[in-house]
Every structure is written in structure tokens, then in C-alpha cells.
């Protein structure tokens, strides 16, 4: 399973950004694929996920309203559409590929991608 996280850059607070990961190199259609960030000095935190089953979506409540998870099937990419960004968003963002249902364990990381919120 190969995953690549793209997207990240520097934004000014209230702007947007879109991050993508392109996952590849399994037929399984039975997963979840989630987006994961960790700020600086900071743990790792879960963002999002969404299934593969029947794309439904779940989110962390720092980032509800703001961000929306979304897969294009046909590209094999999920997408991250982070809107009204705070300064605590600043983050390297990585997505990761879990079987089966959300929520369960994550063997399969990509890269991060830094998104930096700064004035």
C-alpha cells in the first residue's frame, strides 16, 4: 500500500486549503482512509476518515464545520477541504489507510504534507 499525502503549504488565518492523498497498491474495498495531524512539540491527533463502504465521514470536533473529507474513486484520492483556518491548525498533516471500518487501527502511513497557518 503506497499513500502520498500533497497539498500543504502556507496560508493566512480564514484562508483555505485543499490537501490530497492518492492511495495505491491494493484491491481491498473495504477500508478507511483518515487524515491525521501533528503541531508542532505536539502528539499526533486524528482529524477525519472516511469509508470506503459507503463514504460515510466522521470528524474530530476542532475541525467540524470547518473541514470536509471526499473521495474521488476513480482517481483513488481523498481529499481534505480545510476551511476558515486558525492558527492551530498548523499542523503536518498525514493520511493513512486503516481496513475495514473507520476507527479501527492504521497500519498503512503516507508522508506528511506541512500546512502552516501564520499572519
Known amino acids: 500500500v503506497q499513500l502520498q499525502a500533497s497539498g500543504g503549504g502556507l496560508v493566512q488565518p480564514g484562508e483555505s486549503l485543499t490537501l490530497s492523498c492518492v492511495a495505491s497498491?491494493?484491491?481491498?474495498?473495504?477500508?478507511?482512509i483518515a487524515w491525521f495531524r501533528q503541531p508542532p512539540g505536539e502528539v499526533r491527533e486524528w482529524v477525519s476518515c472516511?469509508?470506503?463502504?459507503?463514504?460515510?465521514?466522521y470528524y474530530a470536533d476542532s475541525v467540524k464545520g470547518r473541514f470536509t473529507i471526499s473521495r474521488d474513486n476513480a482517481k483513488n484520492t481523498v481529499y481534505l477541504r480545510m476551511n476558515s483556518l486558525k492558527f492551530e491548525d498548523t499542523a503536518v498533516y498525514y493520511c493513512?489507510?486503516?481496513?475495514?471500518?473507520?476507527?479501527?487501527?492504521?497500519?498503512?502511513w503516507g508522508k506528511g504534507t506541512l500546512v502552516t497557518v501564520s499572519s
Open positions: 497498491g491494493f484491491t481491498s474495498d473495504y477500508y478507511g
Open positions: 472516511i469509508s470506503s463502504s459507503d463514504g460515510s465521514t
Open positions: 493513512a489507510l486503516g481496513w475495514g471500518a473507520c476507527g479501527g487501527r492504521y497500519d498503512n
